[in-house]
């Protein structure tokens, strides 16, 4: 999202050739167990740097990451920096080493405020002894201010957003004089400005020497950005790109391989269904703090209705009421003409509602148990299915699962794996296929993009178009402002708790979406 205010970064400012690697890995393999996660790849990452890592889901990019940041050894290979040969067997060594690391779940110490997060492991400047804290904050406010930290640095952790939170985590890697900064997707949890923000620091970096190895699935951001492109395809190499045959298509070609074309979005005029008078879900006045203020829409049989808006806007809270997993402070649903009042997760899968949480691992997984028992969870929170044969249930989940798993190109083994195993975002089709697997009457899809490679994304849409055939009624919030356009028959943007627009059909567009984000309350009630 935010891609429209990306600018090229222009040919002008690509790096030259003549620049030499700051860090070179060469011939690099790791495999877990039978997994061979890299097969022999090669990066070439100079100062100054913005270089994309791109490819599908399982490909092998935080296995490489976590190698450079002394988290795992590699089998073979070799890694230097300045043309040197090192072994980095601890993440103190590459930090010493000039490589510091945003990884997706940031880890800040909550009770922490910003500025100790900032300096933790770091030398403090100190009067006899004692820690100098104030010395120290003249030190980092101007580096605070340059990433652009508006907040007081005495904020505890736990009181940041996820944008705060990245800002805190980047001013920590300037601190230590990092030479390469590795961000993975670090626009997964942004709102549109905040994409913005953290764009105009990349470049900001990249301007000042630093090297920036930027991981993303958003492939506007990657061409938008960087000057050198990438792709792993099953542990190995698939393309590098630069700066001049950088573009979307072929970006494409690097990460699926060109036997399966990007077979784009269908066409909105073939996605709109003729609308149903009935009404599967209809909610009134909802409200719970400031959060939800008073929400209304009514959701027809066989919908996908879109919630757009910006991180913060109340989607997740308005949905997770209709999901009984927080309570409602005032308002009234109904679910197909029955009064519907959730008060626990269960009462609403009972009744036939399911959600896809925006957290995934944390709350839709059981990491320890395989890909198959995950796939079928939700039939154990309370979906009746008779209870068949021990041995036939057994063998008709595989199967099932096994389905389900061939469909959003799940890489894994086999579905007796644990799903602790899989790539990120591979867990993340896990939590996605358990609940596109059942018969519901309204399934809301919370950020179901997030962290999910082309190919499946596709599969996710498709699926999402094929249930809303069948009669269920499909709720989707999409910070991605790509993602709605295309795949809802319906819009409503979110504003402050509020619902402030609603866009229909040909009306969704990208822009449209943008725009209506911005808006604030009081300009945009609905008439
Ligand atoms: N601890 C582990 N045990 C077993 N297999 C693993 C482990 N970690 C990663 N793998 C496997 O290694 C392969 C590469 O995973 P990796 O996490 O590097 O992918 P990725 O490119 O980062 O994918 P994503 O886009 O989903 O984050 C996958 O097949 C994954 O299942
Ligand atoms: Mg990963």
Redesign the pocket.
Known sequence: MGNSAIQPVGAETATPATVSSLVRVTGLRKH??G?R?LKGVDLDLRAGEIHGLV?A???????LIKILAGLESPDAGEISVDGTPVSIATPDQATALGLSFIHQELNLVPRMSALQNIMLGVPKASTLGLVDWRRVRQLVQPIATRVGIRFSLETPAAALSVAEGWLVSICRALVRRSRLIVMDEPTASLSAHECDNLFRIVRDLSGNGVAVLYVS?RLDEITGLCHHVTA?RDGLLAAQIDRASLNRARLVEAIVGTDKPETFALAAANVIAPESDEIALSVRNLRRGSAVRDVSFDLHKGEVLGLGGLVGSGRSETVRLIFGADAMQGGQMTLCGRAFTPRTPHDAVEAGVGLVPEERRSEGLVLAKSVAFNLSLTSLLGLHVAPPLPLMSMRRRDKQAQEMSQRLLI??PNVATPVG??????QQKVVIGKWLSRSLRVLILDEPSR?V?IGARQEIHRIIRELATQGVSIIVISSETEELPGLCDRVLVMVEGRIATELRGAAITREALVQASYLSTEESQPS
């Open positions: 877990y167990g997994v996660a490819g889901n399982g490909a092998g990019k935080s296995t699935h792993f890489k894994m195993r899989l790539s990120g975002g591979n962290g490679d």
